[in-house]
């Protein structure tokens, strides 16, 4: 049975997501400043981290993407982050650039978000083209 297109979808979602997430951490990086979309995604981001660390997927709050609340995605998380730990420490992170106050260390800890989404990223693309190859598309 090849999979259907909810399940490629799962890994596109994610992939969106996490670059929504890197173009709002990029706008504290260039400009200093938390602008519309960084207030935005990193709420998100912390409660998705959040739902894939705890186990707690599709109890996702408020009006927040969702964009982990299935095995899929959970998984593509743990697969590129499979310490518990490394999730923890991402969500510390965001909390830190998120509370608005500016420290010498903001740009690196941004910079290590971008890094953190990225791989998430590059890991859903590929879950999703693999899929879609073995599916015969």
Not at 76 to 95: A, C, G, W, Y
């Amino acid at each position: 049975m090849s999979p259907g297109p909810v399940s490629r979808d799962n890994y596109l979602t994610l992939a969106l997501f996490s670059r929504n997430v890197i173009d709002g951490l990029r706008e504290l990086v260039e400009g200093g400043t938390r602008r519309r979309q960084f207030k935005e995604v990193v709420p998100e981001a912390i409660e998705s981290l959040k739902a894939a660390t705890d186990g707690q997927q599709g109890t996702l709050r408020g009006n927040a993407l969702k964009a982990v609340q299935n095995f899929d995605q959970v998984r593509t998380i743990n697969e590129v982050f499979p310490k518990k730990q490394d999730r923890s420490r991402m969500i510390r992170t965001l909390k830190s650039l998120q509370s608005g106050a500016t420290s010498p260390g903001q740009k690196n800890a941004a910079m290590e978000a971008i890094k953190f989404f990225y791989a998430i990223e590059n890991r859903a693309l590929r879950n999703y083209r693999n899929l879609s190859q073995s599916s015969g598309e």
